[in-house]
């Protein structure tokens, strides 16, 4: 039985026929940039997230750029981030003049905690970055109560649920990323701000259109980062099936935790109150090329994501000095994702630890 490491085709297949009529809609109204889609759809994800505002853009790098400095971030200040993360969480923070201070994280849940970012903390600081890692909930409301304001980078955690709400709506602003692999993704490249702070929503609205209110006059300068009419109709499709197929992600890491993979390999372990809607499952293990072997050579997907974390990528090294990280470096050496989706079966989950039950015993 092959098991691929993740499976977006499946989900999508019974929407197919109002996916293309939204295309149709959008080509029938020969509107493509910042229509009645965009708007329709910001709407609906904010009231979705539970936020007053959703800022629809091109990607989820530009979203936390421009997140960060409508949150009012610029040059001189520091902006604490995780290094177990992906790359564009950090590459996103040198554009707006601050610098990245890295942070560990707990290798248990992939996550940043409090006693990790008050190590970081400085004078200095204006923000901290808490990246919802696989889908697991940072402690953001932790991390603000030690007075720093919070960006959540949600890119790999729409449909999570934690004790406090949905991600969107738990920091002083959020960013999501539509690339098509994500919980929620569109066909192609898209991202979105949220946030309930209305002079955030307002300065994210003119930086991501040139830095104007009214494409006549120009108050700083911005960027061309929009989110297109094609891809919010067809994010518009796919929304209210979000929680659905959250709740597939949430049964399939049931499938594992009842097969007993849980005594071969180390479970990812959800934040206190979060109900994750795994966008990877990472399991980890002191030699993950072993694991690695045995479910490739049983056609079984699989890959480490974040081998090299960040701070040690070669662009980073000019803020990396002194950086201890011990939380980073062993997640980084031991983690491996293995198959994820919200239409994983049983039978797919106990496969997989049939596989390496053979395979580690
Ligand atoms: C944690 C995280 N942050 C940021 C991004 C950047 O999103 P995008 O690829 O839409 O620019 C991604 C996704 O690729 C991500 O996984």
């Given at each position: 039985m092959r098991v691929p490491?993740?499976?977006?085709?499946t989900p999508l297949a019974p929407l197919r026929g109002q996916l293309s009529a939204a295309v149709e809609r959008v080509i029938d109204s020969?509107?493509?940039?910042?229509g009645p889609e965009v708007s329709a759809f910001e709407e609906e994800f904010a009231a979705y997230c539970g936020a007053e505002h959703a800022v629809g853009v091109a990607n989820g790098t530009d979203a936390i750029t421009i997140a960060l400095r409508a949150m009012?971030?610029?040059?001189g200040d520091e902006v604490v981030v995780p290094s177990?993360?992906?790359y564009a969480t950090v590459e996103a923070?040198?554009?707006?003049?601050a610098r990245p201070v890295f942070c560990d994280i707990d290798p248990d849940t992939y996550c940043i905690t409090p006693e990790a970012v008050r190590r970081a903390?400085?004078?200095?600081?204006k923000a901290v970055i808490a990246v919802h890692l696989f889908g697991n909930l940072a402690p953001v409301a932790e991390i603000a109560a030690l007075g720093v304001p919070v960006l959540e980078d949600a890119a790999q955690a729409a449909g999570s649920l934690g004790q406090d709400g949905r991600?969107?709506?738990?920091?002083?602003a959020a960013t999501f990323s539509f690339?098509?692999?994500?919980?929620?993704?569109?066909f192609g490249d898209g991202g979105m701000i949220t946030t309930s702070e209305q002079q955030v929503a307002e300065r994210a609205r003119i930086l991501r259109f040139?830095?104007?209110?009214?494409?006549?006059?120009?108050e700083e300068i911005g960027y061309n980062s929009r989110l297109d009419e094609l891809q919010a109709a067809i994010l518009r499709v796919q929304l209210p099936h979000l929680d659905g197929m959250a709740d597939g992600r949430r049964r399939a890491a049931g499938h594992y935790e009842h097969a007993g993979l849980g005594a071969l390999v180390r479970l990812p372990a959800p934040t206190p109150g979060c109900a994750p809607a795994w966008h990877l499952y990472v399991v980890a293990h002191e030699q993950p090329d072993r694991v690695q072997a045995a479910l490739t050579a049983a056609e079984i997907g699989c890959r480490p994501y974040?081998?090299?974390?960040v701070h040690l990528q070669a662009p980073m090294l000019q803020w990396s000095a002194g950086a201890e990280l011990p939380g980073t470096e062993l997640a980084a050496r031991t983690h491996l994702a293995i198959p994820m989706s919200p239409v994983l079966a049983r039978e797919q989950a106990e496969r997989v630890t049939e596989v390496l039950a053979a395979a580690l015993s």
């Open positions: 490491l993740f499976d977006t085709a020969a509107k493509y940039i910042l009012g971030v610029g040059a177990f993360t992906f923070i040198p554009p707006t003049g903390l400085t004078p200095r600081t991600p969107g709506a738990l920091g002083k690339f098509p692999s994500k919980n929620l993704g569109c040139h830095g104007s209110r009214d494409k006549v006059s120009y974040y081998r090299t974390p």
